[in-house]
């Protein structure tokens, strides 16, 4: 029995490596490809290929706090779409099939997605840089999907930045023009713009955005318990506003059951504290003192455990940002040395050349002078046998 409970021990951390090390072997063979490619539809397919494979996960590992893997696979993945002859690559495609479209596509997301890694690990200045590049992307695509997306993140990164007022502008924005509620990934579109009008006091707008959430994320049957469980929150939030016990309750706890699963969801800054703290809400607002302390100790050993995560992932990421502008720095000295060695080279060259030519024209001047003194003394004989 114990060997049997090793080996499945073994057999478990042998997976894990595995899975680590599989998209890392796989991307190296796929560039190998690349490389060795001659036609331009197969070149586009193995960088579509490339792409998908440095996305796979990094939602996954951005809510799970692994920013430093993420990071060095969105920075990858930059390296692909900024690379010129790839660009023109696809440009020479945009006739043939769908190529050009999927690659912007897949360039628009890479941009939205590394702003919210951006905002998730608090350099909001970068995030909303992101997000703008993403929103003209969008744009000039024609993608309304993409651009009410980046809307969205753009006022909830100003709602976490305590600019209430420009929040609310972009969702107005958003929701001046027909949404279709059943869109994918909308659910996060219908919870930060609820979270907003929330916020603003407009309970009965926030009830009907947390709503359309649910609503949205069950039509779609996609990622289900993160979609359920911050608009379940949201729904529990706005019933304490409204004094409705019953209902502040239900979705209380139906969050919390949720993110007791999943733990946190990263992109939106929920956790299960946060589930917690909702729950010592409820309670106290509704005058049940005992079961508002429970929670309250809850919240704080869960809002403990997740502050203490939080700080090692950013310290994580810090470093891995550190290495980066440390090999930047190296970088660009060792560029700096190379124009510099180039241009003493070049200065040396130009001396040599003038050096060379100074010696031509001394040799040249005194062959001539060596010439006119012979010519002079072959006169002088010359006048004197006459």
Not at 323 to 349: C, F, P, S, V
Request: proline residues 1%.
């Amino acid at each position: 029995m114990k060997k049997l409970i090793i080996s499945i021990f073994l057999t478990f951390i042998i997976g894990i490596g595995f899975a680590q090390i599989s998209k890392s072997f796989k991307n190296d063979s796929l560039q190998i490809q690349l490389r060795k490619a001659t036609h331009d539809t197969t070149k586009a397919n193995l960088i579509l290929e490339i792409l998908n494979n440095l996305e796979k996960g990094n939602l996954k590992d951005m809510n799970n706090g692994h920013f430093d893997k993420v990071y060095d696979a969105y920075i990858n993945m930059f390296d692909v779409c900024e690379n010129t002859e790839n660009q023109l690559l696809f440009k020479k495609l945009e006739s043939k099939g769908d190529y050009y479209e999927r690659f912007w596509e897949r360039y628009n997301n890479h941009t939205f997605n590394f702003g919210v890694l951006m905002g998730v690990t608090a350099n909001i200045e970068e995030q909303l840089h992101y997000f703008k590049l993403a929103y003209e992307m969008a744009k000039v695509r024609n993608s309304l999907w993409q651009q009410t997306t980046v809307q969205s993140n753009i006022a909830f990164a100003f709602q976490h930045d305590n600019k209430v007022d420009s929040a609310q502008f972009y969702i107005n924005k958003i929701f001046a023009n027909p949404v279709d509620p059943f869109a994918r990934y909308y659910f996060y579109v219908f919870y930060q713009a609820g979270d907003i009008k929330l916020e603003a006091g407009n309970y009965e707008q926030a009830k009907d955005l947390f709503s359309k959430g649910i609503e949205n994320t069950l039509k779609n049957s996609f990622d289900l318990e993160i979609g359920l469980s911050i608009n379940s929150l949201g729904l529990s939030k706005v019933y304490q506003h409204l004094n409705k016990r019953d209902s502040s309750y239900y979705y209380g706890i139906k969050s919390l059951n949720l993110l007791k699963e999943i733990k946190e969801v990263q992109v939106v800054k929920v956790d299960l504290a946060t589930a917690y703290e909702n729950m010592f809400q409820h309670f106290q607002r509704f005058s049940q003192r005992d079961s508002a302390f429970k929670y309250l100790q809850l919240a704080n050993i869960e809002r403990a455990v997740f502050t203490k995560k939080t700080i090692s992932n950013l310290a994580t990421f810090q470093q891995v940002l550190l290495k980066r502008q440390l090999a930047l720095k190296d970088l660009t000295r060792q560029k700096i040395e190379a124009e510099g060695r180039m241009r003493m080279y070049i200065l040396l060259t130009a001396l040599f050349v003038f050096v060379a030519f100074g010696v031509v024209l001394l040799y040249s001047y005194l062959q001539k002078k060596k010439a006119n003194v012979l010519l002079a003394s072959q006169k002088k004989k010359s006048k004197a046998l006459s």
